[in-house]
């Protein structure tokens, strides 16, 4: 399944260490089936970490198809990437370009570029990495479902439970 990736831009009051009020906006970027589930959970997510209230002032799609993650701590910061997927016009065969976007973890931007490049290391086609900016965006939130511990409403059978019952009257 295609991921839909939203941007959110949210605003809140940090107290500082000096004890100073600070307003921050910052932006997100989560995984969600739609514009209700995204707010829903960035929600959910920035109360853990954003003490007091905030507001979610935009939240958008984003053209990331592609996420880069990097198992290094150090990569703390967030790389936006235009790659152009290179493929021949069968009729006319005129060479087109497509172009995907990669959001790519690292710590600068030549650590990003090595990212990106390990990850498209796999690839088949040609390809050619058009552009690779930073981005301000603080932390992403992929979507994981743990089948396994999400408990299942009441109005809803497992389909375990239709399979053994079809074996049944079998």
Same mark, same amino acid.
């Given at each position: 399944?295609?991921?839909?990736?939203?941007?959110?831009?949210v605003?809140?009051?940090?107290?500082?260490?000096? &004890? @100073? =009020? /600070? +307003?921050?906006?910052?932006? *997100? !970027?989560?995984? $969600?089936?739609?514009?209700?589930? %995204?707010?829903s959970?960035?929600?959910?997510?920035?109360?853990?970490?954003?003490?007091?209230?905030?507001?979610?002032?935009?939240?958008?799609?984003?053209?990331?198809?592609?996420?880069?993650?990097?198992?290094?701590?150090?990569?703390?910061?967030?790389?936006?990437?235009?790659?152009?997927?290179?493929?021949?016009?069968?009729?006319? &065969? @005129? =060479? /087109? +370009?497509?172009?995907?976007? *990669? !959001?790519?973890? $690292?710590?600068?931007?030549?650590? %990003?570029?090595?990212?990106?490049?390990?990850?498209?290391?796999?690839?088949?086609?040609?390809?050619?990495?058009?552009?690779?900016?930073?981005?301000?965006?603080?932390?992403?939130?992929?979507?994981?479902?743990?089948?396994?511990?999400?408990?299942?409403?009441?109005?809803?059978?497992?389909?375990?439970?239709?399979?053994?019952?079809?074996e049944?009257?079998?």
């Open positions: 399944m295609t991921a839909n990736w939203f941007e959110a831009k605003k809140y009051v940090k107290m500082g260490e000096d &004890g @100073k =009020e /600070k +307003k921050m906006s910052e932006l *997100y !970027l989560l995984d $969600a089936m739609s514009y209700t589930e %995204a707010e959970r960035i929600t959910e997510n920035l109360r853990e970490m954003i003490q007091g209230d905030f507001y979610i002032v935009g939240l958008k799609k984003s053209n990331i198809t592609e996420l880069v993650e990097s198992n290094d701590g150090n990569d703390d910061k967030w790389f936006k990437a235009k790659v152009a997927i290179i493929d021949a016009d069968q009729i006319s &065969g @005129k =060479e /087109k +370009k497509s172009h995907q976007y *990669y !959001l790519v973890a $690292a710590a600068d931007i030549e650590k %990003a570029l090595a990212n990106l490049q390990k990850s498209l290391s796999t690839y088949v086609v040609p390809f050619e990495i058009s552009s690779l900016t930073d981005t301000n965006i603080m932390d992403v939130f992929p979507y994981f479902s743990d089948d396994a511990e999400q408990e299942i409403p009441s109005n809803l059978k497992p389909l375990g439970d239709f399979e053994q019952e079809a049944i009257d079998a």
